[in-house]
Every structure is written in C-alpha cells, then in structure tokens.
C-alpha cells in the first residue's frame, strides 16, 4: 500500500511541524480553538481529540516530489505545511460562501462561531500558511525561501480567481468548456501545481525542473477535477458514497454538463424545467450518454492525464525509488483507488 | 503642511507602485474590478475614475520612518505598498463581519457584489499585499525581505487576533481595560507598529534600530485608537464630522466606557436599559465625567505616546530633517489636526 506507506512516513513530522506553526499564533481566549478546530485538533469547546480532516493529498506529493527531484524530503517540510494549511483556509471561507454547515463529519466552523468568526479565523489561518512557509528561511536558501513565496503569492491568486470564475458561472447562461478549464486550473489545480513546483524546486535548486513538476502538478490537478465530474454523473455510489447522478440534481455545470448544453438543445430545455426531479435527472443523463459526454469528459481526463505524465518524464532524469512511487501515485489519484 | 508635502513626495509613487501590483494578478471577468474598486480606481462597473479611499497613513509613516532611519525610502516601497493593500483587504471583511454598508462614501464591496464575493475579494486582496512585499526582493537584501515576511506574518495574526478579542468583547459582560488595551495593540497598533519596524530595518538593515521603531509604531497606534475613544464621547461634532457621544449611543466598549462600567454600578445600570436613548446618553457621559473617565483616558493616552516619543528618541541618533518631520507627524496624529 503506497499511501499508507507514505502517509506513514509524512504525516507524523508534517502534523508535528503545522501544529508547531499554529501553537507559535498569539494567543486569546477562543481564538486558540478556533485556529486548531479546523485542523481536527480540538472540539468545538477547545478540548483535544483527534478528527480526521482530510487526506493530506496535497503535502504528501510535495514531499514525494521533493524525493523524486533528487532532495532531502526533510528540507520541504515549510512548504508541505504552508499548502495543508491553505487548503484548510480555503475549506473554511468555501464553506461560508457555499453555506455548508458540514466539513468531514463535523459542523463548519461558521456553523458553529458564526460567518464573523469564521472569516476571521480562515484570515489567520491564511496567515499560518505564510509562517509556515517562511520557516523555509531555516531549511534552505534565502534565494529558493523568496521563490516560494512568490509562487506562493500566485497560487493563492489562482485560487481566488477560480473561486471567482466558479462564483460567477452559477448565474451566467453559458460557459464554455475553456472558461471551465480555466477556472478548474485555478480552484483545484493550481495548488496542486505550486505543492509539485515547491517539493522540486527545494529538492533541486532547479527553476528549469521545478517548472517541469509545475507543469504535471497543473495537469495532473485538471485531470482529478474532471474525474471527479465523471464520478458526480456516472459514479457507482457504492464507491463514491454519494448518491447516483448528484452533480445532475444539484445542476452543476461540470465539464460533461458544459459539453452537453452546447451540444444538445433539448439537455437545455430539460436544464430549465422547474421543479427538477428524479425522472428529469434520469432524462438528463440518458441525453449526455446520447450525445457521447461520457466518451469526451473521459478522453478529456485522459489528455490532461498524458500531459501530466509527460511533464513528470521530461523532470526525471533516471528513475529512483521516488522517482516510482511518484508514478505510480499519479496513477493512484487518477484511479482515486484509495 | 508636512502631511501635504509628505503626501506629494510619497503618494505618486506609492499609488503607480500599488497599481502594478494589483494589476500583475491574474485576470477574469469581474474579477479586476474587485480588486481595483477597494482602492478608488474604478466604479462598481470597473470604469476608470479616482475616489478617495483613506489617508494612506500607514505607508507615509513607513516611508517617512525609512528616511528618518537614515535610508533611501525608495527601497521600502514595496513594503510600503504592502501594508496599504493589507490595511484595504481587512477593510473588506470587517465590513462584512460589521454589516457595514458604506465606507468612504461608496456602498461596501459586500453591498454591491454580496458576501461571498467580497469575501473572495478580500482573500484575494490579502494575496496581493504579500505579492507587493514579496517585490523587496528587488530592492534590499534576500535576509532583510525575509526578515520583513516574518515582521508581517505575525502582524496578520495580531491583526486577527485583535479583531477576535473585538468581536468577543461585544458579547462579553465584562471586559479589563487590560484586555482591551491587548485587543488595540492587535486590531490597531500591530499594523502601525509594523509598518516603523519594516521601514526602520529596510533603511538601516539594523535588526536593534528597528525594534525601536517597532516600539514607536506600536504605542503611537494605541495611542491614536484612545484618542479615538476620547473623540467618540467628547469629540466636538463640527470637528469629528460625527454625532456627539456617537460611541455611547453605539454602546461601544471604548477604553472611558470600561472604565466608567468598573467604577460605576449606576453606569451599569444606565447601560443595561433597553431602550436606550438620547436622555440616557447624557447621563451616561455625565456619569464617565463625574468619575473622571475623561482624565483618566486622557492621562491613558498621554503615557503611550510619551512611550511612543521615548521609543523613538531612543531610536534617533542624530537629527535629521527626516527624524524632525518624523516627531512633528506623531505630534500631528496625536492632535488629529488635519
């Protein structure tokens, strides 16, 4: 089992090293529980247990592509830590906007301090990201500290954008499947890019192949989000634990969907009906197997998927252990066997 | 007119400086004119024109600090930059947390575009102050950039942690003026008190010389947020272009009112009434008068910023022009004269 190998190898440290981060915060009253409850430290009255919160998907393949790029995996433990605690940032404030009042199996921290509180603590948490990176400053050089941070800075834009272009699709008639992409590089891919630019670049020194592991980590980001649109459809929901065709209930513009109202005059017609019921789900789904959806949302996912493997090649030169179980990872993500 | 002269060497620059920042973000449709209408740029429709936003304090006073620690003030525009677009994001979501519908003059981001959006703007925004800071790597050292990244990370978690303590404090029955002098020094003082380190350590490169300025900075913004306090009760209406005794009428817990509340049980009391009108204002501020809440809050403010002045002696060796304009400006934020 690679990932409970890796995890085994990672994720003590990492956990050891955010928590380091987030206990070096100053302190106050509440403030305390509302900086470690996201992260499945305390409960909501500040009182310490361990909550699962997540995978740890994105510190894991920055450490595995520290390793692959030649480096110790120690060195990248900052930047590991900064994109975990970004993401948690990014669920925190997601959740307000999204009205969401669960987040792995617990109320959302809105849900429970209320949206005031909440966009106060994703501040700080956002904050931690950026110590935790610049601890960088202690395990390398101040040149590759000060490269990280400016990638840093671009992520987090890319990640705003996203989430912008996501906002604003919900109201907007059309999208075209680029506008869709270019959103998805954004929201999802572009910190898994940074966490594959991080890993390489603190391992190598190298701008030139830091920028391959760019390249797979975009790629390879796009290729799981369209995946996972896959799933929202066609999904056994057995695996998927959600119910059969979710993203078609809710109208999710996902990319099979965008592909199928461009197609597909009478999909836009169902797409208006309201109310939007079972059987209009089950219409809608029989019209995108018509037009070939499936087909091009899975030949989508494939390209993404071949130009994030190339980039991975054109970055390894000779293949260490590594250099494998980065291989065969992005295998495991694409497959999302785990 | 030191602050009209200080703002016409500083402001020109600073302003095209901050507009190459904000305009090197990644760009979307909708998305530029978030991020430019906070600052006065444009208009909610993303049509160029100029709306003041604020006085742009902090980045004078970082800048002037600069030349008063004997440096080129040109070098610490970046971070210059940095605080103003930081000051600008935490504007956005206080806002939002506050219900506030108006700031400067023009309806909130969060009026025009709803919450989640200004939410996203803000998160956005706050990116966008790291990308300008990040920029000292252009003009200082790779040690004095980093040591800058640190000096404003542990500002955003003080900025957060102070508006925690703020936002608790209204539903807290009683609060220490200790704890809310602990709650200035982060939601007011912490950006102040940062922005004379960084512009001291830019221009000196002097880790010692720049903790002086620190000092300077911290007890000279809780000495403006008294005075505040002092305005928000006695403050004459013409002046202060608000209400008399605004801040009673608010039932805001300044520092006179916490005070008055650990002396006076009939002030208390008076605060307890529901409702709460113009006769019970009066008696209110008759009450923090007889007590000698005035005084005392007065007597408040002058200790901080004598702290304020010995810090800054402490950190003048010799006297500049710079240094000179540097006291006088304290002298005028002290007085709130223009």
């Not at 100053?26 to 430290?41: E, I, K, Q, S, V």
């Not at 999208?175 to 391992?203: E, F, P, R, W």
Request: with cysteine.
């Amino acid at each position: 089992m690679l990932v409970a190998e890796l995890a085994q190898r990672y994720l003590p440290p990492l956990d050891a090293f955010m928590r380091d981060v987030v206990e070096s915060a100053p302190t106050a009253p509440g403030f305390d529980t509302l900086l470690r409850y996201p992260f499945g430290w305390v409960d909501a009255n500040g009182q310490p247990y361990h909550h699962p919160t997540g995978k740890r998907i994105r510190p894991i393949l920055l450490l595995l592509c520290a390793e692959a790029a030649g480096g110790d995996w120690h060195s990248a433990l900052p930047a590991a830590a900064a994109v975990e605690i970004l993401h948690n940032f990014s669920l925190i404030h997601d959740d307000i906007q999204d009205d969401s009042e669960i987040r792995h199996n617990r109320p959302t921290v809105w849900k429970i301090w209320g949206r005031a509180n909440a966009i106060n603590a994703g501040d700080a948490i956002f904050a931690l990201a950026y110590s935790a990176l610049s601890r960088l400053n202690a395990t390398t050089s101040p040149e590759i500290a000060l490269a990280c941070w400016q990638i840093f800075n671009l992520t987090n834009l890319e990640l705003t954008r996203g989430q912008h272009l996501d906002m604003r699709f919900e109201s907007q008639a059309s999208v075209t499947t680029d506008a869709y992409i270019s959103m998805v590089s954004g929201k999802t891919a572009a910190l898994v890019s940074a966490s594959a630019q991080m890993g390489a670049l603190i391992a190598s020194g190298s701008t030139e192949k830091a920028a391959h592991f760019a390249r797979y980590g975009l790629n390879l980001g796009i290729a799981f989000q369209i995946h996972d649109d896959i799933l929202g459809i066609w999904g056994n929901p057995d695996v998927t634990g959600k119910s059969a065709a979710t993203d078609i209930l809710s109208r999710k513009k996902s990319l099979p969907v965008l592909y199928g109202l461009a197609q597909s005059p009478t999909l836009n017609a169902v797409y208006q009906r309201n109310p939007f019921q079972a059987a209009d789900v089950d219409e809608a789904v029989r019209l995108l197997d018509t037009i070939g959806a499936h087909e091009y949302t899975r030949q989508s996912e494939a390209a993404y998927f071949q130009q994030a493997l190339d980039a991975l090649h054109a970055a390894l030169n000779g293949r260490s252990q590594a250099a494998n179980d980065l291989l065969r990872l992005s295998d495991l993500l694409f497959e999302r066997s785990f």
